[in-house]
C-alpha cells in the first residue's frame, strides 16, 4: 500500500502517524463518504484553521492537510505546523520543535 501526504510518498507506519498541532484545537468536526466500491474520503475540520482529507483505497492512503507539515518519522508523528512554526529536523528523521512551539 502507498501513502501519501500533501503530494509526498511517505514510509507506511504500522498503527498510524500521529497528529501533532502547534496550535492544538478546541473542537473538530468528522465525516466519512464511503462510496460502492470500497473508497472512503474522511474530512476532518478543526476549528484552529486546520483542514484535513483522507482518501482511501485499496491501493493508497492519500492525506493533504491545509498546513505545512513536518514528519518525524523515529516517532511516527506529524507535526501541523503554523507560519511562525520553529522546527529542526534532525539526521535519524525525528523532529525538535522550538521551546514554546506546541501551545
Known amino acids: ?10 514510509k507506511f507506519a504500522e498503527g498510524g502517524y500521529k497528529y501533532v498541532f502547534m496550535k492544538p484545537p478546541k473542537n473538530v468536526t468528522e465525516k466519512t ?21 483522507t482518501l482511501i483505497t485499496r491501493q493508497e492512503v492519500n492525506t493533504i492537510i491545509n498546513r505545512e507539515v513536518a514528519i518525524d518519522t523515529v516517532s ?18 525525528s523532529i525538535e520543535v522550538a521551546e514554546g512551539e506546541t501551545n
Do not use: A, C, W
Open 1 to 10: 500500500m502507498k501513502v501519501f501526504l500533501n503530494g509526498t510518498e511517505m
Open 76 to 93: 511516527n508523528k506529524i507535526y501541523i505546523l503554523e507560519p511562525d512554526s520553529q522546527i529542526k529536523k534532525n539526521p535519524d528523521g
Open 33 to 53: 463518504i464511503s462510496k460502492d466500491n470500497g473508497d472512503r474520503m474522511h474530512i476532518e475540520l478543526y476549528d484552529n484553521g486546520v483542514q484535513i482529507r
